[in-house]
């Protein structure tokens, strides 16, 4: 496939049609100029071939189990990049030494509220994933921080904080990463022939699907625990399944869905995402179109399911999810 199609099938659900950003998940502009002038392709290509751990921006890339070699991924970076069609900027350095506990203060009262914390991301880009603090250098920071990204809530600060401020906030963004965090590792990647039934012995789920489409996640526990007979299907890229999945669901992601055609039209199927909705709801969909009537999405996602303690198969390293940062009142979220 070339770029726009692999962009249209895999990446538009949350970046949007026209790359604009916020179709789900908060999931940023990828076309915004004052970002695209200033990442390099290695930033771009690194972003999509090992995403965001602990975001819903799986790992696009084979080597970690996602679904694209390096020519496809380098196909759809020259996409993104003929889209934005700004060309990439000489950026400026820091020119003061930063104090992070200074920054800690700037930061508390301006970009938490957005950005959340160390643990936890709000409904910006998290900026304390280790992943993205490789990717960002010093001078992209303060790029992002000065002048902002147009047609976003995420404004130019130029006028509001000093070359001093600036400095001392990165200095404490960079304090985020714990050198200590253990490695993530992956399990085994899935073989497509896992059993899709999770009890097959076991009685027909007798829950209602609210507006015939989502069912909470305590009902899918207690169905779970009473072994009734239904399948969950995580519909997330087979790199995130490699992280952490419910214990016994199946890898259908929502760009391959080939083993939906082995799904008895009379059995039960429960599909999440991270999202909560859209990766499950495009894997729904697939199978209303199939004739299917039993099947509905995780309404809260796995993350809610992980963070209740219910049964998990995840990789050594691998924490629950935090909750999200509670928003001051008056926020936007
Ligand atoms: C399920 C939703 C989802 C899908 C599908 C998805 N992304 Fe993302 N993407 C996100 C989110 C959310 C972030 C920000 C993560 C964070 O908080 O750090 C992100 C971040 C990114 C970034 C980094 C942007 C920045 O400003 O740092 C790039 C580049 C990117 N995605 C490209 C892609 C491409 C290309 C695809 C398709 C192969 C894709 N994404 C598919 C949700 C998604
Ligand atoms: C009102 C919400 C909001 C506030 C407050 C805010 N940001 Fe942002 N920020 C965002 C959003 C949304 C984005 C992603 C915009 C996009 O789609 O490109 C972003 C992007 C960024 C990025 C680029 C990340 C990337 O991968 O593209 C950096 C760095 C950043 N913000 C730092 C800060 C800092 C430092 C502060 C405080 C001085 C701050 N932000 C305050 C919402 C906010």
């Known amino acids: 496939m070339q770029g726009k199609e692999l962009y249209a099938a895999l990446c538009s659900a949350c970046h949007g049609k026209a790359l604009e950003g916020y179709a789900a998940d908060h ?3 990828l076309i915004t100029p004052t970002f695209l002038e200033s990442v390099n392709d290695e930033f771009l290509t690194r972003s999509i071939t090992t995403g965001r751990p602990g975001t819903s921006m799986a790992a696009y890339g084979k080597k970690l189990g996602g679904p694209l070699d ?11 990049r003929a889209r934005g069609n700004v060309p990439q900027k000489q950026l400026a350095g820091l020119t003061k030494a930063g104090d992070p ?15 959340g914390d160390l643990k936890s991301r709000g409904e910006a880009v998290h900026l ?13 920071l303060r790029h992002a921080i000065v002048n902002g990204r147009a047609g976003t809530k995420m404004e130019a600060f130029a006028k509001k904080l000093d070359e001093q ?12 990463v714990n050198p200590a965090a253990p490695a993530i590792s992956q399990l085994p990647a899935p073989t497509g022939k896992e059993p899709l039934l999770l009890f097959p012995k076991g009685k027909e789920p007798d829950w209602t699907a609210r507006e015939d489409r989502f069912v909470p996640v305590d009902i899918v526990k207690k169905a779970y625990d009473e ?3 239904f399948i969950i299907i995580d519909a997330r890229p087979p790199s995130e399944w490699m992280r952490a999945h419910i214990t016994g669901a199946v890898s259908i992601p929502y760009h391959d869905l080939k083993r939906l055609d082995e799904i008895a039209q009379d059995t039960w199927v429960i599909a999440y995402c991270a999202c909560p909705h859209h ?3 495009d894997v729904v969909d697939a199978l209303k179109a199939r004739g299917h009537t039993k099947a509905a999405i995780l309404d809260e996602g796995i993350n809610d399911w992980h963070r209740k303690g219910y049964p998990m198969t995840v990789a050594e390293g691998v924490e629950k999810p935090a909750g999200e940062p509670p928003a001051p009142a008056g926020q936007i979220r």
């Open 27 to 29: 999931a940023p502009s």
């Open 70 to 80: 390096d020519a496809a991924i380098a196909r759809l970076v020259a996409f993104v």
């Open 101 to 115: 506990k200074a920054g800690a203060t700037i930061y508390d009262a301006t970009c938490r509220v957005c950005h």
């Open 128 to 140: 304390a994933n280790p992943m993205f603090l490789a990717q960002a250098s010093d001078p992209f």
């Open 165 to 176: 401020q600036l400095a001392d906030v990165i200095a404490y963004i960079r304090t985020f």
């Open 227 to 229: 072994k009734r007979k």
């Open 279 to 281: 990766l499950s709801g």
